[in-house]
């Protein structure tokens, strides 16, 4: 339990820890003095910021803690609950703790704007989301990062940065518009379920060991491999997917505030497009 839990196992990686204190000093001065020397917007809600820096704990937890050391080298489990950090959690953090502002100030830069409209439209930000994370757990792809460490960090990082695409479609727009109809939204992280729920399926359902460099891994906590890695299936399946249906729900609700205030104010709801 101690080479487990023990200080030695946590992942003091410089690279990880410089990143993440970058982004944080780069968010805490693009929502404090550029905002005021730009005049670039309002100021960001403590709540928005909070989110952010809840976005860069959770990849903390996910490169840092123990949870990092026991996944390369122990428990499949352990290694999937770190992709769920990276994927589920902290991106849409992220995107939620971006001023609103930040999106409109983006689509000044016509070449960054036409890349961005292009990559955010929901059909593609689903196939680039959806397609990352199939593509690398492909059994090959999945142990060939197990066992290269600068095939890892790539691995970490498309999963992060198609992670921000896959999200962007549901928490922001580009630019983003308070008035934008939202039921495609909901139909969009509904269909997001499917892909994820189908991956988990073949893995918790699979009746062989799929990653060889786990069935090869000394037994932890008295978990056999076939069990370690239907528990990381269930771990894919049942976390990601309720995270899918809050976030429906609460888009679901939005939308509907927002119909139930244009009714009061003599408007009609707007037809809902996915642009």
Same mark, same amino acid.
């Given at each position: /339990?101690?080479?487990?839990?023990?200080?030695?196992?946590?992942?003091?990686?410089?690279?990880? *820890?410089?990143? *993440?204190?970058?982004?944080?000093?780069?968010?805490? +001065?693009?929502?404090?003095?550029?905002?005021?020397?730009?005049?670039?917007?309002?100021?960001?809600?403590?709540? #928005?910021?909070?989110?952010?820096? @809840?976005?860069?704990?959770? %990849?903390?937890?996910? /490169? %840092?803690?123990?949870?990092?050391?026991?996944?390369?080298?122990?428990?499949?489990?352990?290694?999937?609950?770190?992709?769920? &950090?990276?994927?589920?959690?902290?991106?849409?953090?992220?995107?939620?703790?971006?001023? @609103?502002?930040?999106?409109?100030?983006?689509?000044?830069?016509?070449? *960054?704007?036409? +890349?961005? +409209?292009?990559?955010?439209?929901?059909?593609? @930000?689903?196939?680039?989301?959806?397609?990352? /994370?199939?593509?690398?757990?492909?059994?090959?792809?999945?142990?060939?990062?197990? #066992?290269?460490? $600068?095939?890892?960090?790539?691995?970490?990082?498309?999963?992060?940065?198609?992670?921000?695409?896959?999200?962007? $479609?549901?928490?922001?727009?580009?630019?983003?518009?308070?008035?934008?109809?939202?039921?495609? #939204?909901?139909?969009?992280?509904? !269909?997001?379920?499917? $892909?994820?729920?189908? &991956?988990?399926?073949?893995?918790?359902?699979?009746?062989?060991? !799929?990653?060889?460099?786990?069935?090869?891994?000394?037994?932890?906590?008295?978990?056999?491999?076939?069990?370690?890695?239907?528990?990381?299936?269930?771990?894919?399946?049942?976390?990601?997917?309720?995270?899918?249906?809050?976030?429906?729900?609460?888009?679901?609700?939005?939308? &509907?505030?927002?119909?139930?205030?244009?009714?009061?104010?003599?408007?009609?709801?707007? +037809?809902?497009?996915?642009?």
């Amino acid at each position: /339990m101690s080479l487990l839990f023990g200080p030695g196992s946590w992942a003091w990686e410089p690279s990880v *820890l410089i990143g *993440l204190l970058a982004t944080s000093v780069g968010y805490a +001065v693009l929502v404090g003095p550029l905002r005021r020397r730009h005049h670039s917007g309002e100021r960001v809600p403590v709540g #928005r910021q909070l989110c952010f820096y @809840a976005g860069v704990l959770s %990849v903390f937890v996910a /490169m %840092v803690s123990p949870l990092d050391t026991i996944g390369d080298e122990q428990l499949f489990s352990a290694h999937m609950a770190q992709h769920m &950090l990276l994927t589920f959690v902290a991106p849409p953090l992220w995107l939620l703790g971006l001023p @609103a502002w930040m999106p409109g100030l983006l689509a000044r830069r016509d070449r *960054l704007a036409r +890349v961005g +409209v292009r990559l955010t439209r929901p059909a593609v @930000a689903f196939v680039i989301f959806n397609g990352t /994370m199939w593509a690398w757990h492909v059994p090959f792809a999945y142990d060939a990062a197990l #066992r290269s460490e $600068p095939l890892h960090i790539v691995e970490h990082l498309t999963f992060m940065a198609t992670a921000v695409i896959g999200w962007w $479609p549901v928490i922001q727009s580009w630019p983003a518009a308070d008035d934008d109809p939202r039921p495609w #939204r909901i139909l969009y992280l509904f !269909l997001s379920t499917f $892909p994820c729920t189908a &991956l988990a399926a073949v893995i918790t359902l699979s009746p062989r060991q !799929l990653y060889t460099f786990y069935a090869n891994a000394p037994l932890q906590l008295g978990v056999s491999p076939m069990l370690d890695q239907q528990v990381g299936g269930l771990l894919m399946w049942l976390p990601a997917d309720m995270i899918l249906i809050l976030a429906a729900l609460i888009v679901g609700n939005r939308w &509907l505030a927002d119909q139930t205030g244009r009714y009061a104010q003599g408007h009609p709801p707007k +037809v809902a497009t996915s642009e």
